[in-house]
């Protein structure tokens, strides 16, 4: 029987309060997976809350080795030096899904203005 390897699926929090990010550990039980996140910031309940913005790992790294994540502003270094933030649209992360790696480089994060 073939094993299906599944994307590395993480999660990263950003807390508009603290200006700051926590990222998510997967742990498998059972049936089901669930994601914690560190308590850095002494949250106990974020969900729903507007203090926090969750953003999903694209599965992708960029030419450096980091993972990119919803929110990055990445520059694309195919000739154009295009700057763009990274979101999810239809099924794909816009723009990763048209770049190799080698392409892509993390600039910063719609929350740097902050």
Known sequence: MERLI?????????DHLNSGFAYS?????GSTTTF??????NSKNWIGSHRHQLMQYTGVTDRTGRPIFEGDIVSIENGTHQKMCVYFD???FVPVYKYQSRELQIVG????EE
């Not at 550990?25 to 039980?29: A, P």
Request: aromatic share 18%; glycine share 8%.
């Open 6 to 14: 599944m994307k590395n699926i993480r999660f990263r929090k950003y």
């Open 25 to 29: 550990h997967r742990l498998d039980g």
């Open 36 to 41: 914690d996140f560190d308590m850095t910031y």
């Open 90 to 92: 239809h099924g794909k």
């Open 109 to 112: 994060n719609v929350f740097d």
